[in-house]
């Protein structure tokens, strides 16, 4: 059997996606600012997937940028806001459980002299929000929290922070990194008081080199890719016809009947970690995120936990896919302050609806069957 547990990493392509992608590709490929029919054609799909989008979720088609995937969108939210909003201040606030994509930016814009203050969280990965509050003051600009955590699928209480950094100062840009909610949590970002707003396409059966930035109307977003002024001038460059228009069939197709698909997740990753913490010295170290189990296997390092999941057909994660061919230590992990022995043998297990509870009881076997084995090679060396 296979077991494909790390869909926090990447999805399968939906079929009907891939076949959209694959049309646009071979029949429909004008280049979308040609003058002829076929630039025509193109154009008008990138005009319909951007309506579509805004009405899933509740927003204006012109508040829609189409970009690279869910780094791009962090970047150009970090870096184009905090140039564009200079003068109003200098501050930046972020975590210190942010994925990469927004932690280097901050430190990119540390270096460029802006103010950088990362906010702790506790052992369940959730913000001090008061911290965040005390530091919020009349030189901040940016304010970026991410929805989900990627490693342990902590939840942060976005709506509260919200309404509570507008409060102490209603000029603070809110940018949210959805990137692991979009398709698990119903997200209406401008109702919701959240200035930028990134999503990646991959995470929810789209193609990959996708994604979508966000930005509420009038908030000043300087462009940090320069051309040919596509997109109204915000992100220069030739569309990606098939891959903005697969994105959002994705998206349409994850959002219907969501409620049952998360339900589905939940009861995977409950099971899961219902089975895998009745062995001796097996930990959750999970949030509240319905796809999301990050566990701790107590006496094997997690690479090779990994290793020998994979030669058993399940495929799992020991972080961040970003980051996890790194031999780095999970910032995450750190700060919601497990020890050394811990951050070495924890793995993440992500689902999608596509997984099945037979799956779930393999991969629950494997870990049984490789444990004791793995642990006693452990304890010869």
């Known amino acids: 059997m296979e077991a494909y547990f790390d869909n926090s990493a990447t999805t399968p392509v939906y079929p009907e996606v891939r076949d959209l992608v694959v049309k646009l590709m071979e029949e429909d490929y004008g280049n979308p600012s040609s003058l002829h029919l076929k630039g025509v054609k193109a154009a008008g799909y990138i005009k319909d997937a951007r309506e579509r989008l805004a009405r899933l979720m509740k927003v204006q088609p012109k508040e829609i940028v189409f970009t690279s995937g869910g780094t791009e969108s962090n970047n150009m939210a970090l870096i184009g806001g905090a140039l564009a909003n200079r003068r109003a201040g200098n501050k930046i606030i972020t975590t210190s459980v942010e994925h990469a994509s927004v932690g280097s930016t901050v430190d990119f814009l540390k270096d460029m002299g802006f103010e950088v203050v990362r906010i702790g969280v506790d052992s369940r990965g959730l913000i001090d929000e008061q911290q965040l509050i005390d530091a919020v003051d009349d030189d901040t600009i940016i304010v970026s929290v991410m929805y989900v955590n990627n490693e342990i699928g902590a939840v942060m209480p976005i709506q509260d922070l919200v309404k509570r950094v507008k409060e102490k ?105 219902g089975e ?35 030669e058993r057909g399940v495929y799992v994660s020991s972080g961040s896919a970003c980051s996890s061919n790194k031999h780095s230590v999970s910032s995450t992990l750190k700060s919601i302050g497990l020890p050394q022995e811990k951050l070495e043998s924890t793995l993440r297990f992500s689902f999608s609806p596509e997984n099945t509870m037979d799956q779930v009881d393999y991969a629950v076997d494997c870990c049984k069957e490789l444990l004791p084995v793995l642990r006693r090679y452990r304890r010869k060396k």
């Open 276 to 310: 895998l913490t009745q062995i001796e010295d097996v930990y959750s170290n999970s949030g509240d995120a319905p796809h999301i189990a990050s566990i701790t296997f107590k006496g094997v390092r997690s690479e090779v936990m990994l290793h020998a999941l994979e």
């Open 169 to 273: 100062n209603p000029s603070v840009l809110i940018h949210v990194d959805a990137i692991q909610a979009f398709g698990k949590y119903t997200i209406y970002p401008g109702r919701m008081g959240i200035d930028m707003m990134s999503i990646s396409s991959h995470k929810f059966h789209g193609p990959k080199g996708v994604g979508a930035l966000y930005i509420r109307d009038r908030v000043k977003v300087k462009p940090i890719i320069y051309g040919g002024g596509q997109q109204s001038g915000m992100r220069s460059g030739t569309e990606n016809v098939p891959g903005i228009a697969g994105m959002v069939l994705a998206a349409e197709m994850t959002y219907n009947d969501l409620d049952a698909k998360v339900e589905h997740m939940r009861q995977l990753k409950e099971h899961l970690i």
